[in-house]
């Protein structure tokens, strides 16, 4: 990547972070003031988070594993087979988990009155 390019991205960051934390700093004043609790914006932390992040970086292993077998083994060429094994695997991994947290949280859901 060219170094040009670097520091008008760099900026940019800078500037938006800026300007997004000067004003949820002021939602967030203004909340309090109101006597409203500001914490309703904290997004709520359970374990489903964590077996997302697991099960993507498995199926990413996976697919670098896979991609290196491919690469070795057949026609395809190095790029192509870790880009799109990576991706493969990846994806499967995230659609596993959605399936996964759905049953869980069904599990979880007390029962209808």
Not at 64 to 87: D, N, P, W
Request: hydrophobic share 45%; charged share 20%.
């Amino acid at each position: 990547m060219e170094s040009g390019i670097l520091v008008p991205i760099a900026f940019f960051a800078m500037v938006f972070g800026i300007v997004y934390l000067a004003i949820r700093k002021k939602e967030r004043t203004l909340m309090i003031q109101r006597g409203l609790d500001p914490s309703t914006f904290e997004p709520k932390k359970t374990q489903l988070g964590n077996l997302k992040w697991g099960l993507l970086f498995l199926g990413v292993g996976v697919g670098i594993l896979l991609g290196r077998v491919f690469a070795s083994y057949t026609c395809l060429g190095e790029e192509a087979s870790y880009f799109s094994l990576i991706c493969l695997f990846g994806g499967l991994s995230l659609i596993v988990y959605h399936f996964l947290a759905r049953k869980m949280e069904k599990e979880n859901l007390p029962p209808k009155q």
